[in-house]
């Protein structure tokens, strides 16, 4: 007696694009439906901007070829912006999906894994394009603020700076014990950092605190966005070195996600 033994059916490219534009629909919708957090994370470097533009008034930067300081501003909240939605908002997100169980029960469904992991990624860069997009309007039409000197360096800097963040943000989630913890743990690293990196004022470039701040990548990846905006005036669009530097943190921070990184909850 002879048995018919038919493979399982093969999922198609067009069904995996499918899947992955479902995922990224529902992380949209969980992101949006949020409105808290989406006012905080889309609004918060939108107030920074407006706040400081406002103080800022006509005062320039001679250290960056007499330059207006909002328009040092403005690369540098774009920057903020991509690092917060990959670091910050990415690493609470994930630590408080493990600890009640979510992922967990995603990692067990059917979808794949890379699926998931794509789509938050995906959605997390849609989040960041608006934010830029935002930033720069209202830099042009608030604060007289040039466009940047090259739209696909600006493209590339922030394509840059999402993966590499965002591979910083899981890797510290994976260290981080709770919920509880994630917020402070993230903010104090972060906002710890911002201020090594000189986002709230122009380093002198051969101060000690630049020299020290050029080993982190927050500093290279607010060059490389500076850069892409002509800052300091005269500057090529194109910062590589700096593009490089964050990239290698990526990478770095990839092999620590993959050794320490859990779907399930940690046991107390």
């Excluded at 995996?16 to 409105?35: G, I, P």
């Excluded at 699926?115 to 608006?130: G, M």
């Excluded at 965002?166 to 993230?186: D, F, H, K, L, Y």
């Excluded at 194109?238 to 770095?252: E, I, K, N």
Aim: glycine letters at 8%; hydrophobic letters at 55%.
């Amino acid at each position: 007696m002879s048995t018919d033994v038919r493979p399982a059916p093969q999922r198609s490219r067009f069904s995996d694009l499918r899947l992955v534009a479902h995922q990224v629909k529902y992380e949209q919708l969980a992101f949006w439906l949020n409105r808290v957090g989406a006012v905080f994370t889309v609004g918060f470097s939108v107030v920074f901007l407006v706040m400081l533009g406002a103080s800022a008034g006509s005062q320039k930067v001679q250290s960056l070829g007499d330059i207006s300081l909002v328009s040092y501003y403005v690369p540098g909240f774009i920057a903020y912006g991509v690092m917060a939605a990959g670091f910050t908002t990415l690493s609470v997100t994930l630590v408080v999906r493990r600890e009640t169980g979510l992922l967990k029960r995603l990692r067990l469904s059917p979808v794949p894994t890379w699926v998931l992991i794509s789509s938050i990624l995906i959605s997390t860069a849609i989040i960041t394009l608006v934010q830029a997009l935002l930033l720069v309007v209202i830099g042009r039409y608030g604060y007289h603020v040039a466009f940047p000197s090259s739209w696909l360096a600006l493209l590339v800097a922030v394509i840059v700076g999402i993966l590499g963040f965002a591979a910083m943000g899981v890797a510290i989630s994976a260290v981080v014990p709770n919920q509880e913890s994630a917020g402070p743990v993230t903010s104090i690293v972060f906002f710890v950092l911002l201020f090594l990196a000189g986002l709230w004022f122009p380093l002198p470039p051969n101060s000690g605190l630049a020299k020290f701040s050029n080993y982190l990548p927050v500093r290279h990846l607010i060059i490389a966005m500076d850069h892409a905006f002509g800052v300091p005036r005269g500057a090529t669009p194109w910062a590589w070195h700096d593009l490089l530097v964050v990239a290698l943190w990526g990478a770095g921070a990839t092999l620590v996600s993959l050794r320490r990184f859990r779907w399930a909850p940690r046991r107390v």
